[in-house]
């Protein structure tokens, strides 16, 4: 499996939490730093949160404070809790490696937050 597998996404209404997940390749996960992306309409795709190996985190200014990004090396899986979510953080969102890998885009997950 190239392709990351993300899901949980969905409607939520402004200061609400969505967690994100994504299933990914252990020949690849294992070795390498993962992150979540966005992509909003209109916008380029946006790298808004890494986790490395030894879980070590980095956040976009836009996002820090609010999404917490998580990765379980046994089930390689990739998180992204969501908390306090903006009327801006509409998007599809994407993990992938960091840097990313052309073919491991996938289908992506999407998010909106609207009253």
């Known amino acids: 499996q190239a392709q990351m597998v993300e899901s949980g996404g969905g409607l939520v209404q402004p200061g609400g939490s969505l967690r994100l997940s994504c299933a990914a390749s252990v020949r690849i996960f294992s070795l390498t730093d993962m992150g979540w992306y966005r992509q909003a309409l209109g916008k380029q795709r946006e790298l808004v949160a890494t986790v490395g190996q030894y879980g070590v985190t980095n956040y976009a200014d836009s996002v820090k404070g609010r999404f917490t990004i998580a990765r379980d090396n046994a089930r390689v899986r990739t998180y992204l809790q969501m908390d306090k979510l903006k009327p801006e953080d509409p998007a599809v969102y994407y993990c992938?490696?960091?840097?990313?890998?052309?073919?491991?885009w996938g289908q992506g997950t999407q998010v909106t937050v609207s009253s």
């Open positions: 992938n490696t960091v840097p990313p890998r052309p073919e491991s």
